[in-house]
């Protein structure tokens, strides 16, 4: 039996599997209370950070795929450029390529704090409360050394050309004729080395990358009576820059998306349309945005000997948007990270209730629990229409649990001291017995992601939005722990 393809993982030589950078971090920060008046309290402070990452800042790209992207590799037989697909699309690779002197470190990443307090009465009851701040964030080292390694190994795919009519290939470098050698580590390696750039993907990242941040502004109320605290606050935090890896093929005209459709066509994105003899060309830039307003309550009653027990509880709620689904780095269905609509956060529930207490029990025991209750989460999907031809995004709250929560677990602890009487008067032993989630919640995570599925059929008995699977996540069933200890 002849085969008819061959798959295979190859180091291509193309980049370096081992990386090392003397990173360089250094930060400073500066903050002073000052009260104003018996009642006025500013927090003033700024901090600035510096980071120097040579392997981002020294990195300089292959000249040979220099020449390829940017048109000047020729081919051999028309004379004309090899790749001339990035001419006319919408960015500039001379804004992405390094010779090693582009790139500079971020010297700008002052971030100011500025709070407040004032208290209402004499007594200070009643104090308001706000502020403001910024915090930068790093560039993640795993993103930025990938101009270097992700071209190190690749996986090499190739079809044999063996006359049969139902696993033919069209002429091509990885379309070949078949010889018993390739049945050989020698044989792959000469199929390996047989095409220009062995199949490496090619990460370009922007010589002007920015720092991500985030702007935070807060503002809220609390009051206490005897052991009992209370507080209202709101805070608005947005964030800008996040890193964002986009496709950069284009089709040989320069688009993204192919010009003059024919009816029933779809968007297509270009991964067929990759440098030849390399694999996806991937570019790193900033863009990725979320905004998100949170109200809170907050109820506290505080732990005293003549009260022996406490309570936490807060109930938020909050509406959160961003520009990329919730968690993914990668955006490759649209040619700019502008292209992509704010939508609801999928990482962000509406309502949050979180409450934890505790009570002394007589014998020196004690008893604790944590419930928390989160609404369901909202999920994005894309919806490709080829009347009018478009690609766009649309989103729908999950059904949830029972059409009544996304997320509940309830959590008890029992805890015994035992004294021990030697050592110190504090020695003692401890056991405790720990249920995790109590009600044994189920938490499921598999819904119905398709946009276009809003018929009920024997192979499709869920809709749009509805749960299909009994996967759970982000808590275990309910589970019974043991733990013992010493303390002196």
Request: glycine share 10%; proline share 7%; hydrophobic share 30%.
């Amino acid at each position: 039996m002849i085969p008819y393809r061959v798959q295979f993982g190859y180091e291509s030589g193309f980049g370096e599997s081992q990386i090392e950078s003397d990173n360089f971090q250094f930060g400073v920060y500066i903050q002073d209370d000052w009260e104003v008046t018996d009642r006025l309290t500013l927090n003033l402070g700024i901090r600035w950070d510096y980071e120097k990452t040579p392997a981002y800042l020294d990195f300089a790209h292959d000249q040979d795929v220099v020449d390829l992207v940017t048109g000047q590799t020729l081919d051999p037989v028309t004379g004309e450029p090899l790749y001339p697909n990035l001419a006319n699309a919408n960015y500039d690779i001379n804004d992405y390529i390094s010779t090693g002197n582009e790139r500079e470190p971020f010297m700008g990443a002052f971030q100011p704090r500025v709070g407040f307090s004032y208290e209402l009465d004499d007594e200070a009851r009643f104090v308001l409360f706000g502020g403001y701040g910024r915090s930068y964030d790093r560039n993640q080292f795993d993103f930025l050394q990938q101009e270097i390694s992700v071209g190190s190994f690749t996986t090499r795919t190739f079809n044999f050309d063996t006359g049969d009519p139902l696993n033919d290939c069209d002429p091509s470098p990885t379309c070949v004729p078949w010889d018993p050698i390739y049945l050989t580590p020698e044989g792959l390696a000469q199929l390996a080395g047989s095409t220009p750039g062995g199949g490496s993907e090619l990460r370009f990242i922007n010589n002007d990358l920015k720092m991500p941040y985030s702007d935070q502004f807060s503002l809220g109320l609390r009051t206490r009576f005897d052991q009992v605290e209370l507080e209202a606050g709101y805070t608005h935090v947005e964030s800008k820059d996040g890193f964002v890896f986009l496709l950069g093929n284009r089709r040989p005209d320069g688009s993204y998306f192919q010009p003059n459709p024919e009816p029933g066509d779809t968007p297509e994105t270009p991964w067929g349309f990759s440098p030849p003899g390399y694999g996806n060309l991937i570019l790193g830039d900033n863009g990725l945005e979320t905004s998100s307003d949170s109200a809170y309550l907050k109820f506290t009653k505080n732990y005293s000997p003549s009260s022996p027990w406490s309570l936490t509880a807060t109930y938020t709620y909050t509406e959160a948007e961003e520009n990329r689904q919730y968690g993914e780095v990668f955006s490759l269905d649209y040619p700019s990270i502008d292209d992509y609509p704010v939508l609801t956060s999928s990482g962000v529930p509406r309502h949050r209730f979180v409450a934890a207490g505790s009570v002394d029990l007589p014998f020196e025991a004690a008893l604790s629990a944590k419930f928390t209750l989160e609404s369901p989460r909202y999920m994005k999907a894309f919806r490709n229409l080829s009347d009018p031809f478009e690609r766009t995004i649309v989103g729908i709250w999950q059904d949830g649990n029972g059409d009544r929560w996304g997320r509940r677990q309830m959590d008890l602890a029992f805890t015994k001291y035992v004294p021990l009487g030697f050592l110190s008067d504090e020695s003692r032993l401890r056991f405790r017995v720990d249920i995790i989630n109590l009600f044994n919640d189920r938490n499921y995570t598999n819904f119905n992601n398709n946009p276009a599925d809003d018929t009920r059929t024997d192979t499709s008995p869920t809709i749009y939005g509805e749960r299909t699977g009994f996967g759970v996540g982000g808590n275990p069933p309910r589970t019974i722990k043991f733990s013992a200890g010493f303390s002196f």
